[in-house]
Nanobody, 123 residues
Framework: QGELVESGGGLVQPGGSLRLSCVASGSIFSGNPMGWFRQAPGKWRELVASVTSTGSTGYAPSVKGRFTISRDNAKNTVYLQMNSLKPEDTAVYYC?????????????????WGQGTQVTVSS
């Protein structure tokens, strides 16, 4: 069974920045697209950013232009740079490896889930 360890969350004021990191075991990371998800209280877990093994990225409309996902394949690590943070970005952030639905082309999570890292945006 693989392992994911997220870090980098914290309390930040609106307009501030944070950089999240997720270290994955090689069996999870190698060759797989990776994604950052978030879950706010009372809401579904949502995919906010994805990156393929070759570096192609995708973003949810709510974070596009503010968040940047990247990966370091040598370190089995995926990052999420979050700028211009808003109170509605407050959530627990998780990373996971992604599969691709053969019919729709949509991503789905593979379910490895780490412990998550809390991001709180508040003045």
């Amino acid at each position: 069974q693989g392992e994911l360890v997220e870090s980098g969350g914290g309390l930040v004021q609106p307009g501030g920045s944070l950089r999240l990191s997720c270290v994955a075991s090689g069996s999870i990371f190698s060759g797989n697209p990776m994604g950052w998800f978030r879950q706010a209280p009372g809401k579904w877990r949502e995919l906010v950013a994805s990156v393929t093994s070759t570096g192609s990225t995708g973003y949810a409309p709510s974070v596009k232009g503010r968040f940047t996902i990247s990966r370091d394949n040598a370190k089995n690590t995926v990052y999420l740079q979050m700028n211009s943070l808003k109170p509605e970005d407050t959530a627990v952030y998780y990373c996971d490896a992604l599969g691709i639905d053969g019919e729709s082309g949509n991503y789905y999570h593979l379910g490895y889930w780490g412990q998550g890292t809390q991001v709180t945006v508040s003045s």
